[in-house]
């Protein structure tokens, strides 16, 4: 399973980071995601990871203030977000598959292996 947690509420121009550590399998073998889902929006990728943690994948919303990465040791993905807008507001939720690229990932997230459940991210303007 995966276990989503970080989130909270901070002001415009502030920093979270998101934890998601996945517990009965290695993260090694799985590319990574996340996704939020905005109140009256549809789910949508913000930024995925390869597999191996070479290949990383951003929507163009978030390029240049998240960054992705996968701690190996403690099978455990991030989401750093800074310079967070009220517009990032939203449950965020992470996810792993093990047949997806981190590309085809981020646009497709239907029947993934594993999710987990969301945080709340709120920025307040």
């Known amino acids: 399973q995966l276990q989503a947690s970080g989130g909270g509420l901070v002001q415009s121009g502030g920093s979270l980071r998101l934890s998601c550590e996945a517990s009965g399998f290695s993260l090694q073998y799985y590319t990574t995601g996340w996704f939020r889902q905005a109140p009256g929006k549809e789910r949508e990728g913000v930024s995925c990871l390869s597999a191996s943690g070479a290949t990383t994948h951003y929507d163009d919303s978030v390029k240049g203030r998240f960054t992705i990465s996968k701690n190996f040791n403690n099978n455990t993905i991030y989401l750093q977000m800074n310079s967070l807008k009220p517009e990032d507001t939203a449950v965020y939720f992470c996810?792993?598959?093990?047949?997806?690229?981190?590309?085809?990932?981020?646009?497709?997230?239907?029947?993934?292996?594993?999710w987990g459940k969301g945080t709340l991210v709120t920025v307040s303007s």
């Open positions: 996810a792993a598959d093990s047949r997806r690229t981190s590309s085809v990932l981020c646009r497709d997230s239907n029947g993934v292996h594993y």
